[in-house]
């Protein structure tokens, strides 16, 4: 189950949390009990050659963290005062550039909000290196998934997949950020279905190009050529991440990665999709992809939006997406079940989620999930999808040397006219079928707790709202909520308290003295209001708190509120009664659009979750 964190990420193997063993499991690692500024050091998650990642409780804020230390192995070591020291001054411009590199990082990541990107709560740096806290929750990685599955995903399971990813690409190509590290084992599959991209390692990619170590940043499955070496004619760009991308999906589909592309410019054996799974998937998606793993960069699709379009994404109909989903191209989460062309059904993306232990990651993981979700998968489907080796390469290239050699020529191959293959060459896209949901025939209860995580998951990251000021604890009887949300795109916020410690739900925004919720592009609003202020009361406990801007109007009666003081109220129970009724269109605790009779009404919204505790007043 997600845990109540507004925007959370994974952390991966799951650490034995006060199982007693000592969480030295080298000298590097900070023992548990550690305090990093308002954090707590309760688990040791994973290690690895470029930094720590800790399981930690944020006292300042009542929730459970990940916080990853820069701890580049090969440079520095730790001292008995648990600051980071050098192994030799000889390693010092390497070490402080690394930093700096893993600061802008986290500083960069900060800055986006997508359901699909990792989260970075905040930074900062001591004992001689830096921090980064983000969220934690449970999930496992899309390498792991692969190898857990009997069959290969079909086409839905790929694009329900993709649709999020590519949302989440776009979002931070719109800032001239790249990824450059996207393969199976840096992306997670959360419980609700939902992917998300892990490191981007820019201290690990720098440290890489001072020490000319290869090894440790390029992967020849999923790296473009244009990454084995800056000159001209090579330039890294949105490209770049659609080939890693699309070099996914080559994996789940035939089982092993296409040819290193620094291989392919000397002799191009690229077996292409189309002709390879030609019946097992539609024919815009395979010759689409093969189109996104061309050699030359200028070949491939320069921005998502032609990724989208030259895979079908704007013809077909991803299975599962709501119609809104459809509409906008947003991401949101696979649904239980979907159907296929062919009529059969697939599972979400995301099954159980055993430990999966990994070094250098952003995040960890945490409880496996108990439910097994049994994918099924068309006729004659490709082998199980696990990484091969390619022509027979190690799985990190030995690259400095070869880089060397090859220079020359790639120069002279990027200058040379583009031929696009001929399986890029057909006159117009052949019609598909369009995927259409099939609803399931029961429906597992939903909790309140499952209800603010599929709002979440359904959250349109085109509002890109940002949350700030929030103050916790509150004193009963003194202290009131008080908060600040940003919307990049206007709308109307509609503000639901859940008191957990009380057992109801509360509409608080807006309410009987306050009835002005319009919220414009690029404006701040601010708790408490000049009318109103919402109060710390008893009992102590915990406040759930959902933010909703939406493109409508939104109702919210059919959740069993009553007004109540002013506010629309109800019991914990009797919303989750109102949630999980037979005759129920819709579990969403986010309400329906209400507009004008005639007008349009989109339905999209942007959500953000945050807790809020109450504690006894102070004598």
């Not at 099954?351 to 999930?369: C, M």
């Not at 507009?595 to 959500?607: D, E, I, L, M, V």
Request: charged share 20%; net charge negative.
């Amino acid at each position: 189950m997600i845990d109540s964190n507004a925007d959370q990420t994974v952390v991966f193997g799951g650490p034995t949390e006060g199982a007693g063993r000592d969480s030295r499991t080298s000298g590097n690692a900070l023992p548990i009990g550690t305090r990093l500024s308002e954090f707590e050091i309760v688990g040791l998650v994973g290690e690895g050659g470029f930094g720590i990642v800790y399981l930690a409780d944020d006292h300042s804020l009542h929730r459970r963290v990940a916080v990853k230390e820069y701890m580049p192995a090969s440079l520095a070591t730790r001292a008995l005062d648990s600051t980071v020291m050098l192994r030799s001054e000889q390693f010092a411009e390497t070490f402080a550039i690394g930093l700096r590199s893993f600061v802008n990082e986290a500083r960069l990541l900060a800055q986006f909000d997508h359901p699909s990107l990792v989260k970075v709560h905040r930074f900062w740096e001591a004992n001689g290196t830096a921090y980064m806290a983000m969220p934690y929750f449970s999930g496992k990685t899309l390498k792991q998934a692969l190898k857990d599955r009997s069959e290969a995903p079909d086409e839905a399971w790929i694009r329900n997949l993709l649709s999020p990813l590519m949302d989440a690409l776009e979002l931070i190509h719109h800032e001239n950020c790249f990824h450059r590290d996207i393969a199976p084992d840096n992306i997670m599959l959360l419980a609700d279905g939902r992917p998300v991209l892990l490191d981007f390692g820019a201290a690990r990619r720098v440290i890489g190009d001072m020490t000319q170590a290869l090894t440790v940043i390029l992967k020849p499955g999923y790296a473009p050529i244009e990454q084995y070496a800056e000159i001209p004619g090579a330039r890294q760009g949105a490209w770049t991440d659609i080939y890693a991308l699309a070099a996914v999906v080559y994996l789940m589909i035939t089982g092993h990665t296409p040819p290193p592309s620094v291989g392919r410019m000397m002799q191009d054996d690229y077996q292409p999709l189309a002709h390879l799974v030609a019946g097992r998937y539609s024919e815009v998606f395979l010759r689409g992809i093969d189109r996104c793993l061309s050699v030359k960069g200028g070949d491939r699709p320069q921005s998502i939006a032609e990724m989208r379009e030259l895979i079908g994404f704007d013809s077909t109909i991803v299975a599962g997406a709501s119609p809104v989903q459809r509409e906008l191209g947003s991401g949101l989460a696979p649904r239980p079940v979907a159907t296929r062309a062919d009529g059969g059904t697939s599972a979400p993306p995301f099954a159980d989620v055993p430990p999966d232990a990994a070094a250098d990651l952003t995040v960890a993981a945490a409880s496996p999930a108990t439910t097994k979700l049994a994918p099924e998968s068309p006729p004659n489907s490709p082998a199980p999808a696990t990484e091969g080796k390619g022509l027979g390469l190690p799985q990190y290239m030995v690259g400095a040397v070869l880089i060397l050699a090859l220079a020359v020529g790639l120069t002279f191959y990027l200058r040379e006219p583009s031929v696009p293959s001929t399986t890029a060459q057909q006159e117009g896209p052949p019609a598909v079928q369009p995927l259409t949901s099939s609803p399931p025939t029961t429906r597992a209860r939903v909790s309140l707790d499952d209800a603010f995580a599929e709002a979440l998951a359904g959250s349109d990251s085109a509002f890109a709202l940002k949350l700030s000021g929030v103050k916790s604890p509150l004193r009963i009887g003194h202290d009131r909520l008080s908060f600040a949300l940003r919307s990049e795109r206007g709308g109307y916020l509609n503000v639901l308290l859940w008191d957990k410690a009380g057992g109801h739900v509360s509409l608080i925004f807006p309410n009987d003295l306050d009835r002005d919720n319009h919220i414009g592009a690029g404006e701040t609003l601010s708790f408490p209001r000049p009318e109103w202020s919402y109060e710390a009361d008893a009992p102590a406990g915990d406040w759930d708190i959902l933010t909703i801007v939406s493109a409508s109007p939104r109702d919210f009666t059919s959740l069993g509120f009553s007004n109540k003081g002013g506010t629309l109220d109800a019991s914990q129970d009797g919303v989750e009664a109102a949630l999980n009724r037979s005759d129920a269109s819709s579990r969403s605790i986010t309400g329906s659009p209400r507009c004008a009779s005639g007008a349009p009404c989109p339905a999209n919204y942007a959500a953000l979750r945050f807790l809020v505790q109450e504690t006894e007043k102070r004598r």
